[in-house]
């Protein structure tokens, strides 16, 4: 059974850089399947961030894409997420999941496993 | 980016009822739409992919229609466990977007 388990800072100040990982139980992100990252600010909709192969291929959100960074450790089986110069609109519970198939310029497949997501604030 | 419109964004309604969420595309995305169930505190959980395939383990009272840029949820008879948020995500390009979001609250 896939498990995915995301952990970082659950405050982090402004200006400064949102880190987070995600870590995969159950199946091998070395045996494929593109993994993402999505966030959801208290009360509000879902935001997709952006994904990884672990080959390292990836594809961001374009309003996104100037301040992340998705990477992926495959002998620790795990992606990590990296997001500079943040705000307090960076608020948000943020999730990793795995789509249930690939990712390509024309298609992303939909997210099939999810964490249970943490809560990063942004706050001096 | 390709802009996802849901509606209604609250719907009010009782066990046994008939309930359909529709979704729209800013442009055609064929049939590539996803159905999304969110309940409060918890991860979405994927019920419906490409319009219309229901995820496994997904009750069948659940069902997806549409193409191009017109799409409904339909849930045929709704159970107690069915009163969450639900959001459909479009996913004919790379960069995935999602709907607003239906809340579907007992009335």
């Known amino acids: 059974q896939v498990q995915l388990q995301e952990s970082g800072p659950g405050l982090v100040k402004p200006s400064e850089t949102l880190s987070l990982t995600c870590a995969v139980s159950g199946y091998s992100i070395s045996s494929g399947y593109y993994w993402g990252w999505i966030r959801q600010p208290p009360g509000k909709g879902l935001e997709w961030i952006g994904s990884i192969y672990h080959s390292g291929s990836t594809y961001y959100n374009p309003s996104l894409t100037s301040r992340v960074t998705i990477s992926v450790d495959t002998s620790k089986n795990q992606i990590s997420l990296k997001l500079n110069s943040v705000t307090a609109a960076d608020t948000a519970v943020y999730y990793c999941?795995?789509?249930?198939?690939?990712?390509?310029?024309?298609?992303?497949?939909?997210?099939?496993?999810w964490g249970q997501g943490t809560l990063v604030t942004v706050s001096s | 980016d390709i802009q996802m419109t849901q509606s209604p964004s609250t719907l009010s309604a009782s066990v046994g009822d008939r309930v359909t969420i529709t979704c729209r595309a800013s442009?055609?995305?064929?049939?590539?739409l996803a159905w999304y169930q969110q309940k409060p505190g918890k991860a979405p959980k994927l019920l419906i992919y490409?319009?219309?395939s229901l995820e496994s383990g997904v009750p069948s009272r659940f069902s997806g229609s549409g193409s191009g840029t017109e799409f409904t949820l339909t849930i045929s008879s709704l159970q107690p466990d069915d009163f969450a948020t639900y959001y459909c995500?479009?996913?004919?390009?790379?960069?995935?977007?999602f709907g607003g979001g239906t809340k579907v609250e007992i009335k």
């Open positions: 490409k319009a219309s």
């Open positions: 995500q479009q996913y004919n390009s790379y960069s995935l977007t």
């Open positions: 999941a795995r789509h249930s198939g690939y990712c390509s310029t024309t298609s992303c497949h939909p997210l099939v496993y």
């Open positions: 442009q055609s995305i064929s049939s590539w």
